[in-house]
């Protein structure tokens, strides 16, 4: 039986690098706009979309363990760049949508 070689590996090589590619653009995101990745990643989801969602479903597009979102919505709620909206499905939940700040 031959070793793996995982730097021929595709998704060895695929997960790297978008690690590398994440790394490259946090300066970016950090320097310019004080984001981290997962505040970006939040912001993102959300821009992309019409409507409101939840963190939930942020987390779940962006394949981001909830604790990360749910600190990220935290840090964008106070820099005023999102805000909670009641969600139009279901009354008992909130929503998150772009501030006119966050746009």
């Not at 595709?10 to 320097?31: D, H, M, T």
């Not at 990643?41 to 942020?58: H, M």
């Not at 779940?60 to 909830?66: G, L, N, P």
């Amino acid at each position: 039986m031959t070793k793996l070689d995982l730097f021929k590996f595709v998704p060895f090589r695929l997960n790297r690098l978008a690690a590398e590619v994440s790394a490259e653009l946090s300066g970016e995101y950090s320097e310019r706009y004080g984001l981290d990745i997962p505040e970006w990643r939040v912001l993102a989801t959300l821009g992309f979309r019409d409507d409101a969602c939840t963190a939930q479903y942020i987390a779940y597009c962006t394949r981001t363990h909830k604790s990360t979102i749910s600190r990220a919505v935290a840090h964008l709620l106070d820099k005023q760049l999102i805000e909670r909206v009641e969600n139009v499905d279901d009354r008992r939940e909130l929503a998150l949508q772009l501030t006119r700040k966050g746009h």
